[in-house]
């Protein structure tokens, strides 16, 4: 439970972030200064890829590679960096988020909820199937609930988002 709890925090923070991001964005559009301004040219011109997908990604991701992972249960330091450092990625990428198209944002939810299964899946094959627990603050049994939990959480934004995704391509 305490897994279950400490990914749900993370992921509320991020998209929290996310929305003060995006807020941010509109802000600096109508009010920035010069520098505001080429800021949020580049972003433009990058479709807020770079923010959202390289940089922001880049952040929430190291947080999940086992050693980083593990500082952040036992480090209380650590652990004060890696929420920090969440919500710059949550505001970041919400400032991509809005110089994106259409398709792109569908796309973002889209890879947001299958990263979110992925690492369901890994959480659930180093549990069970390899008996190894790579996340060593946790029990296999957390690991195991937790990948439950995020497999119930993703299967239904995936599966809509998909479909979105193909409507906006003017697929489906």
Known sequence: MQEIA???FDMTLVWGAGLLGIWMSRFLYQYGGRSASRFLDFNYRTKGLLLS????????????IPGPFEASVTSASARAIQVISFF???LLSGVGWDAMPKVWKSITIFAVFSMMATMAEIFLEMGTYYAVDVYRPYSVSQLVETSYFLFAMAFIPSTYYMVKILKDLDIF
């Open 6 to 8: 400490k990914f749900s």
């Open 88 to 90: 710059v990625a949550g």
């Open 53 to 64: 997908w390289i940089i922001g990604g880049a952040i929430l991701t190291y947080w999940y």
